[in-house]
């Protein structure tokens, strides 16, 4: 993405400790939703008490209850889903809607 940096993780405890760290610098989270030590809700959910105004984009190949996925998406914990395997220009339009929108919020 132009004129943003990116930081990857496969450990949510690192990625957690480094929004920690530099929070103001992130506007927007991409997470897996199975990861090992914590799931990708769980990672939002403390990210998103630490800086609400994050955007936070959850990723998964594996079957989730939908129901879940609404009620953290109407209590604004996620700001978007997405299911694998996602192609390339999908995943890169919904990067760019949510760093939009995180300008207009």
């Known amino acids: 993405m132009d004129g943003f940096s990116v930081v990857t993780f496969t450990d949510p405890t690192l990625a957690l400790e480094h ?3 530099n929070e103001s610098d992130y506007a927007l989270v991409l997470t897996d939703y199975r990861m090992p030590c914590m799931s990708g809700i ?6 998103k008490d630490r800086k609400p105004s994050v955007r ?4 998964t190949a594996f079957e989730v ?3 879940l996925i609404e009620e953290y998406t109407s209590n604004k914990i996620l700001n978007g889903y ?3 395997p996602v ?9 760019n809607n949510q760093l939009h929108a995180s300008e207009i919020d």
Request: aromatic share 4%; no cysteine.
């Open 82 to 84: 997405l299911q694998k």
């Open 19 to 21: 929004f920690k760290q």
């Open 42 to 47: 769980e990672l939002i959910k403390q990210i």
């Open 87 to 95: 192609r390339l220009n999908d995943l890169r339009q919904e990067i």
């Open 65 to 67: 209850d939908n129901k």
């Open 56 to 59: 936070a984009l959850l990723m």
